[in-house]
């Protein structure tokens, strides 16, 4: 399992105990708060819990997963056994048991009797798992079994994948307005209108796309201020602004909206990473300099070279971890062809930048003008 892998799991993981941290503290369910959570009680009274953890601290996954499956049977309400749930996910995930992993967060996808947002979360999970990985292989073993069984299923139909998962999302933000989710729908559905609607906006399904977008868009501004009030869950701000931020610019790239309407997006995810002491080398930071290279190229060379000052050769500390991986990888994987024309044309206008890519393993040539 490579490190860039890791490190984002982990991260899903935290996110896991700060979604059932607010269900439990906002819903008043008696015995849990913002300090005695549903992992701080398991690590205290269920042995088992206890030692999967160490485990999973360690990296020995194998172990922490057999540790997890038998502190299940110790879990003494709803909170702590989905708590072990997602987690027995996120150890199969990382073991490379992708197909383990999707039915375990379908299961709780599944079952009615857990809080609406823990549903949510697990079917919004589900359409993140395939973005954490480049293997052509793997990416395809995820897609089929994400979209096998009802209702996923019928998420999927003549071989649009971005559709699919738009509508994976959906279905996710109809059971609890997520806004990680909903954003993810507002993104989903301007990349339809330009790849799959070529601009067509005021075509019926142009209307039917913008208005779902214009829905979503604001039921994430809503649910972002709940997030505002939980000190953990905050730290996910920024990137629900950014995601929200780019499907604002793709609205823009059509003209309905301004660029200045979606760089206020980039701009307050920004803000917020700085005031959360997130490192300036961060994904966030990529995809606001992406936007300016791509809206306004070297007109705002400036303010790209300000954002991608960070990442240079030296600076690790200041560069998220997973970073370095993701732009190693976006130079040859065709699953990041994106991602590598926007690297490509930030490296033409900062030349620095393209000289921290060369010290990750790029070519001169790979940065021509074409």
């Keep these: 399992m490579n490190k860039v ?62 540790s997890f499956q038998k502190s299940l049977t110790e879990a003494s309400d709803e909170a702590q056994k989905v708590q072990i749930q997602l987690d ?42 395939r973005d954490l990985h480049y293997e052509q292989d793997v990416r395809e073993k995820i897609l089929a079994e994400t979209f096998k069984g009802s209702p996923y299923d019928s998420f999927k139909k003549d071989g649009n994948v971005n559709l699919a998962y738009t509508k994976l999302f959906e279905y996710a933000a109809s059971i609890y307005p997520l806004a990680m989710s909903e ?3 507002a993104y989903g559905y301007s990349n339809e209108l330009i790849t799959t609607l070529r601009g067509a906006t005021t075509s019926p399904q142009g209307q039917d796309y913008l208005a779902r977008i214009s829905e979503s868009l604001k039921a994430a501004d809503s649910d ?40 206020a997006y980039f701009q307050k995810g920004m803000e917020r990473d700085a005031l959360i002491g997130v490192r300036p080398g961060s994904y966030n930071a990529f995809n606001y300099a992406a936007f300016l290279a ?35 990888n976006a130079r040859s994987n065709p699953a990041l062809s994106v991602s590598k024309s926007s690297l490509v044309l930030m490296a033409q206008i900062d030349l620095d930048f393209q000289k921290y890519l060369i010290s990750l393993g790029w070519k001169s040539s790979d940065f021509s003008e074409k």
């Design 5 to 66: 892998l890791r490190w984002l799991l982990l991260l899903a993981i935290v996110l896991a105990v700060v979604v059932i941290w607010f269900l439990y503290n906002s819903s008043k369910t008696p015995g849990y708060s913002g300090t005695r959570t549903p992992v701080s009680v398991l690590k205290a009274r269920n042995q088992d819990y206890a030692l999967a953890q160490t485990y999973f601290d360690q990296g020995k996954y194998d172990l922490a997963l057999k």
């Design 88 to 129: 027995i996910a996120a150890a199969h995930q990382l073991l490379g048991n992708y197909t383990e992993a999707i039915i375990q967060y379908k299961s709780v996808a599944a079952d009615t009797s857990n809080r609406d947002g823990l549903r949510a979360y697990a079917v919004q999970e589900l359409g993140i798992m």
């Design 183 to 185: 954003a993810r729908v």
């Design 224 to 263: 972002l201020k709940r997030m505002e009030n939980n000190s953990v869950d905050a730290l996910f701000i920024p990137s629900v602004l950014v995601r929200e931020g780019m499907a604002l610019q793709r609205l823009a790239s059509l003209g309905i909206g301004t660029m200045e309407d979606a760089e």
């Design 294 to 328: 791509s809206a306004y190229g070297k007109k705002r060379a400036v303010d790209i070279q300000n954002l991608l000052a960070p990442f240079k050769a030296g600076n690790e500390a200041g560069i998220a971890r997973t970073i370095p991986g993701f732009y190693r």
